[in-house]
Structures are given as structure tokens and as C-alpha cells.
């Protein structure tokens, strides 16, 4: 699939726990930032192509989206957001849709609902519904399989490739495919990854998990990526890992 | 009082969200003796083209809507699916549209260029038929917006499209005829450049 048509999307993709911002590696151990409105504030000046947040423990204990919190997030943004975390039914997308919420990235509660897709979609169009797959690399040749925190039902695929395959059957309107060990670990994405789910659909893919310079974009869109989401670059400043929110400038963005 | 009319399709927050910004009072609602007083519309809408048009019939606000538009002649702006339902019809589905605009909406045939569907992310308008929706405000240069869509609107008459964007084609992404005016990407969503177009739509 050729991309250069549209230019390339740089997502920062924002973890949220008790309204608070937070980032992992791996995953795991996260580390409290700051204030989430100011960082939405800095990114909506910096004019960023687009947010993706992720409240981490709702998307773990599957309760509802904190609603008042998202409004005043949402009211505050004027740029495309997505948003994931204890989406379950249709009736919690219809509530933040009306809050000024763009999409929502479904994951979690596929394991246990895998027909969620195919339902959400068919209400509220393709192009709200991004699926987003988790994989992990094991085993003695590091095969990759989707992860899910519990056993998903069978008709889930594991695999990489046929799970990219199955969520574009089912209506997705777009992919976010995360490397969770490259995740936070700003060493790069798994291009090899992220050009074998590019290459299995023809919706848009989102590459996440490991960016870490602009060179690291660039790979990604090289790879397939229509968009690539970041979390630490946008995040971090320096090896010592100092908070500063971040964004590169429109003309260097331009010119990968 | 611009009234976003809710049909049940699409994330309507963000539009009230920037009108606010721009100082503009404004109403979500399906409630005809509101929209009956409108001084502008605006037609959003994300998702399917039958839903959409059922969602209207269901709600019998066609007749006033179309009195709206095409006798009262309030400004209306429709967005994205919005845009979509102003035409006559959709290759998307077997509803007739409203009408407002001779036009079509046709799916994309993007296979040939091997480009991905949806047309998802920031593209650039180029504004034709000097149209105040794109007067440029100080120190823009360029129209940047930002689209989510399948389907595109083909007008029978040039004179009609205001904004022309490259998708493998080139298709009309903004469309107007007097009184009525779509935009097939999200100005609520497209930072300076959307508030810049949707202050023109207000200031009308």
C-alpha cells in the first residue's frame, strides 16, 4: 500500500490512572507524570495530529470511563481523540462520542465478547472503532501472539496476522498494533511486526511501542504504518528520563 | 442561535466544544420547535447513510429541515456524513438523500492507487470558487483539516465545490450552493484551521 498521499500521523498516546498521567515500561511500573489537562493543553498548542489515551486500570478492572473527567479533557482538545479503557457496551461509546470524543479503541473486553466489533462498528460507523492488539514476542524462535490479560474465547485469533485480518473483518476502522516489550523502552518499533499486520489488511495501522526519535517515525511509515503513536518521546526529555511534554515541529514532521 | 441538529449520529460534543471557543452559543437537539428556530444549522454525523437518513425520518425532521434549508434559507453546514446526506444520493446505501445539493456520494475506488480506506488523517483543501468559508485568516497559509471517510461527494455542476483534496483522485471535499455548505472533513477537529472555517460559518 503506498502512504505518501496523506502525511504521517505522530499520536501521543497518554495513559491516564485516577486522572493522573502516567507511563510504563513494559506495561508495567508506572511512573506518575503530572497533571494530564496541563499536558493536553501543551499538546493542543503544539497543534498534534491526534491523542490517544488509555485509562489503564479501567481497561483492567473493565469499570466505566471516568465521563466528567474525559468532558473536560475533550472540551480542551481540537484534534481527533481516541479513547480505551472499560468500553464494554455500546451504550458507554454513545456517551463519549456525545462528550466530544472521536473514537474509542476497543481491546479488553474482545477476550470475553469477540462479536463487540462487528456490533460497534455496525452502530457507530468503521471509523470510530479502533481495534488495538497487544503483541508479545515468547518462546525459544520469539514467536508473536496477541495478548490478553485473560483467555480470550476461541474464535480470537493469536496470531498476529490472522487477529489484524479478523478485526478488519469485523468492522474495525483502524488498528493500533503495540510491541509490549519494546513498549516504553524508546529503542525503536518492531518494524518486522508492524509490517506484517500493515501488510495483512487495508485499513489504516497504527504502529506503537518503542519510538523514540523521529528516525523511529520514519521507520514506521516506512514499514506501512499510516500513523505511528508514541508515548515516552512525547513524554521524556534526555537519558534521564526528565517530563517534558514534547512535540516536533509541524516542518520537521512534514519532511519525514 | 446555531443549532447542531441530533440525530443520534456522531460525536456532536466537540462541535458545540469549539463554537464555545469561538464565543458562539449553541444547542445540541432533535427538538423540531428549537430547530424551527434556528438561525443556522449545522448537520453532523459519523457513520451510515441509510442509518442516518432513517435516524431523520424516524424523527420526522425532513420537512423541517427542508423548509429550513431551501425556503427560509438559514446558513446550514453539514459535516462528513452531514455533507454526504445534502446529496442525492449514496452508493452506501438505497435511502434517497435530502437533496439540497445536486450531487452524489459514491465510495471510494482507492484499490487502483493502492491507498488504504477509510481516507483517515490530516489532508489539504484547495479552496475553489473563493468562497468566505476558506477567507484565510492572518498568517495561514494553507488549509490542513482533518478527514475520516469512505464515501466522497461528486457534484453534477463544478460550480458547487469549494474545496477540491487528493485521495488518489481528487474529489470535492467541501461543497456549497447558496445557503448550503458542506465540509467532508471535521473542522471541529482540525485545531486553527477548523476554527477559522467555523467562525466564517458563524459570522454569516
Not at chain 1, 498521567?21 to 511500573?29: E, I, P, Q, S, W
Not at chain 1, 451504550?91 to 473486553?109: D, H, P
Not at chain 2, 449545522?42 to 451510515?48: E, K, N, Q, S
Not at chain 2, 477509510?118 to 482533518?146: A, C
Amino acid at each position: 500500500m503506498r502512504e505518501s498521499v496523506l502525511k504521517p500521523r505522530l499520536i501521543p498516546i497518554l495513559l491516564l490512572r485516577e486522572r493522573g498521567l502516567v507511563k510504563t515500561v513494559r506495561f508495567a511500573k508506572p511512573q506518575y507524570l503530572g497533571d494530564p489537562l496541563n499536558a493536553l493543553k501543551i499538546f493542543n498548542e503544539k497543534e498534534v495530529d491526534e491523542l490517544i489515551l488509555l485509562d489503564i486500570d479501567r481497561s483492567k478492572s473493565g469499570t466505566e470511563p471516568d465521563y466528567a473527567f474525559l468532558k473536560e479533557i475533550a472540551s480542551e482538545c481540537f484534534m481527533p481523540i481516541a479513547y480505551g479503557g472499560g468500553i464494554a457496551n455500546l451504550e458507554t461509546i454513545r456517551k463519549l462520542l456525545r462528550l466530544g470524543i472521536e473514537k474509542v479503541s476497543i481491546n479488553s473486553c474482545l477476550a470475553a465478547n469477540p462479536g463487540f466489533i462487528r456490533e460497534a462498528s455496525r452502530e457507530f460507523g468503521n471509523s470510530t472503532i479502533v481495534v488495538s492488539m497487544d503483541v508479545k514476542r515468547s518462546g525459544l524462535f520469539q514467536r508473536s501472539a496477541v495478548h490478553f490479560n485473560r483467555s480470550p474465547q476461541a474464535q480470537v485469533p493469536k496470531d498476529p496476522k490472522a487477529f489484524a485480518q479478523w478485526a478488519q473483518a469485523e468492522g474495525a476502522g483502524e488498528i493500533v498494533v503495540t510491541s509490549i516489550a519494546n513498549e516504553g523502552a524508546m529503542g525503536g518499533l518492531d518494524l518486522s511486526l508492524v509490517e506484517l499486520v500493515a501488510k495483512s489488511v487495508t485499513i489504516p495501522v497504527i504502529a506503537h511501542g518503542g519510538v523514540g526519535s523521529l528516525a523511529d517515525v520514519k521507520a514506521g511509515v516506512a514499514a506501512g504504518a499510516t500513523a505511528v503513536a508514541a508515548g515516552s518521546f512525547c513524554v521524556y526529555h534526555g537519558p534521564r528520563k526528565a517530563v517534558l511534554i514534547s512535540y516536533p515541529a509541524r516542518k520537521d514532521l512534514d519532511q519525514l | 442561535m446555531i443549532v447542531i441538529v441530533d440525530y443520534g449520529m456522531g460525536n456532536l460534543g466537540s462541535i458545540q466544544n469549539m463554537l464555545r471557543r469561538l464565543g458562539q452559543d449553541s444547542t445540541v437537539t432533535a427538538e423540531k420547535e428549537i430547530i424551527a428556530r434556528a438561525s443556522k444549522l449545522i448537520l453532523p454525523g459519523v457513520g451510515a447513510f441509510d442509518t442516518g437518513m432513517q435516524r431523520l425520518n424516524d424523527l420526522q425532521l425532513v420537512t423541517l429541515l427542508n423548509e429550513k434549508a431551501l425556503v427560509e434559507r438559514v446558513p446550514v453546514l453539514g459535516i462528513c456524513l452531514g455533507m454526504q446526506l445534502i446529496t442525492n444520493s449514496s452508493e452506501e446505501g438505497a435511502l434517497p438523500g435530502l437533496g439540497w445539493i445536486p450531487a452524489r456520494t459514491l465510495k471510494f475506488q482507492v484499490n487502483e492507487f493502492d491507498l488504504r480506506t477509510p481516507h483517515m488523517g490530516w489532508n489539504e483543501v484547495e479552496p475553489s470558487n473563493d468562497h468566505h468559508l476558506f477567507k484565510v485568516p492572518p498568517g495561514q497559509s494553507s488549509f490542513r483539516y482533518y478527514f475520516v471517510h469512505t464515501y466522497f461527494v461528486e457534484c453534477e455542476d463544478h460550480a458547487n465545490v469549494i474545496g477540491w483534496t487528493n485521495y488518489g483522485n481528487r474529489f470535492a471535499s467541501a461543497i456549497a450552493s447558496g445557503n448550503v455548505m458542506g465540509t467532508q472533513f471535521h473542522p471541529e477537529k482540525s485545531h486553527k484551521f477548523g476554527m477559522a472555517l467555523l467562525k466564517s460559518f458563524s459570522d454569516m
